[in-house]
């Protein structure tokens, strides 16, 4: 999906009306549901199948090596399974099965069906339906995920998941990316770019359509397409604080996984661990409420973490990493730089999600305005920005008696930064102050003090020299 409808003033509360009204517009008439078939006519009798598996690619098409690695798995190596491709709408040139003219190529396919359904009561056949219900992977073309979206409560939905739930498969490219995700950007209103999600994360443009497919060990997600070319991590991340800030996303966690085109394919096996192949895909984690997330006013959300998933690389989906990711904000509606590249943490230890990270939430430049991170996981991780040159972050911080307390900060070139270890008096414990934008801070302190409770102490992050919105990320362990 890359293009707005256009709507004419007369027509615009017609489109604002109900979610009817939308589909019609993605909806313009065409021929009823068509079906062509390539190979047996006969469809693969077998009672149990070794999936599921999952393709999530970046662009329409498919990726043969990840698309023959859930061939492979679902069938255990052996014997062969049917192919379900549904689309949207029907190629405007060349064949009118492209998907299927490549599946059918490959080693154990016994028949690849290609449906377009034009209409969301097509979701209802009772031919697509028992074409899905036979196959062992279903494949959702390129194209728009409004249209999909509108099957979401038909019976077509139904036959997806039982073809999942029988160990088969399901996957899609583009569009069909989209749909295979639990929080679904449906762009029912329109297509929306970074710039205007950042500039308004409410922008009638961006809607969701959500509990449609679940699948296993993949919660929470929101995929997004073209990731790199059409420069949309602006947008997942707007995408990903709406998300948290209106409760679609359970735990109070969002992800976003964002696939590259020209042959990206996240692949994702029946215990939740992907493999990443042909180009590059990014999971980025919303792990708190956004510090600003407001219809008509732009963005502010501290300390996304991005993984940048290179092909050949994994990521479980299961277990989800709790290091190994770089950290970028938005500071009114403005990213920091290198979206897409950054320095992975390595010493971020195995804190979970919420709770292993406090952001900074301006104003906290005094002790009396600290942010507080006495309930901090150990390792967990501090995040901020020296936003001008006076800039002074306070971050409060409880130790137990006899227990050491170990800070390593990871500032970015864009300013130098210092930091200060205080006591509940504002006095200087220990410092750090190496010299030099992008050089790093350390410190350590122990706490000597006998008995069973626990002191206040504060962390002050101080610009030096320099500012910016590049995030710095200061990594707390107590031992």
Not at 359 to 382: F, I, M, Q, Y
Request: net charge negative; with cysteine.
């Amino acid at each position: 999906m890359t293009h707005r409808p256009f709507t004419p003033p007369a027509a615009a509360a017609v489109v604002l009306t109900a979610m009817a009204s939308v589909l019609m517009a993605h909806q313009p008439a065409q021929a009823a549901a068509d079906r062509i078939r390539l190979g047996s006519a006969s469809d693969v009798s077998r009672s149990t199948w070794n999936g599921p598996a999952f393709t999530m690619n970046g662009a329409g098409g498919i990726v043969t090596a990840s698309m023959t690695r859930a061939i492979d798995e679902i069938r255990g190596g052996t014997g062969s399974l049917d192919v379900v491709v549904v689309a949207g709408s029907a190629p405007t040139s060349g064949s009118k099965t492209p998907e299927c003219d490549t599946i059918t190529g490959l080693t154990g396919v016994n028949s690849c069906t290609t449906w377009t359904l034009t209409t969301a009561s097509d979701g209802n056949n009772s031919q697509i339906n028992t074409d899905v219900r036979n196959a062992e992977f279903v494949y959702f073309a390129g194209g728009d995920q409004c249209r999909y979206a509108a099957w979401k409560g038909t019976a077509l939905e139904a036959s997806v998941e039982s073809v999942v739930a029988k160990g088969g498969g399901s996957g899609g490219g583009s569009a069909g990316h989209h749909i295979n995700s639990p929080i679904v950007y449906d762009a029912c209103n329109g297509s929306v770019t970074s710039a205007e999600a950042l500039a308004n994360p409410y922008d009638r443009y961006i809607s969701f359509t959500t509990g449609m497919f679940e699948w296993a060990n993949y919660g929470a997600v929101i995929n997004d397409s073209h990731f790199v070319t059409r420069d949309r991590m602006g947008r997942t991340m707007s995408f990903l604080a709406r998300a948290v800030k209106d409760g679609l996303a359970p735990g109070g966690s969002a992800w976003g996984v964002g696939v590259e085109e020209g042959g990206g394919s996240l692949f994702l096996d029946r215990n939740g661990m992907a493999t990443q192949y042909g180009k590059d895909a990014y999971v980025v984690l919303a792990d708190h409420q956004p510090e600003q997330a407001v219809g008509r006013k732009p963005l502010t959300y501290s300390g996304f973490k991005i993984w940048r998933l290179r092909p050949g690389s994994t990521f479980d989906f299961k277990n989800r990493p709790t290091c190994g990711y770089y950290l970028r904000s938005v500071t009114d509606g403005v990213t920091d730089a290198n979206l897409y590249n950054g320095t992975p943490l390595t010493d971020c230890g195995t804190q979970g999600g919420g709770g292993s990270t406090v952001a900074e939430s301006e104003p906290n430049d005094t002790r009396d305005t600290a942010d507080d991170a006495t309930a901090l996981a150990s390792p967990g991780t501090l995040t901020g920005s020296m936003k001008s040159t006076s800039d002074r972050d306070y971050f409060k911080v409880s130790v137990a008696a006899g227990q050491t307390v170990s800070v390593n900060c990871a500032v970015p070139t864009a300013y130098d930064a210092d930091v200060y270890w205080l006591d509940a008096n504002g006095s200087t414990l220990t410092r750090s102050v190496n010299d030099g934008a992008g050089t790093d801070e350390s410190l350590s302190f122990t706490r000597t003090a006998t008995g069973t409770g626990t002191g206040t102490y504060y962390l002050d992050v101080e610009a030096y020299r320099g500012s910016g919105t590049a995030t710095y990320a200061c990594t707390l362990t107590r031992s």
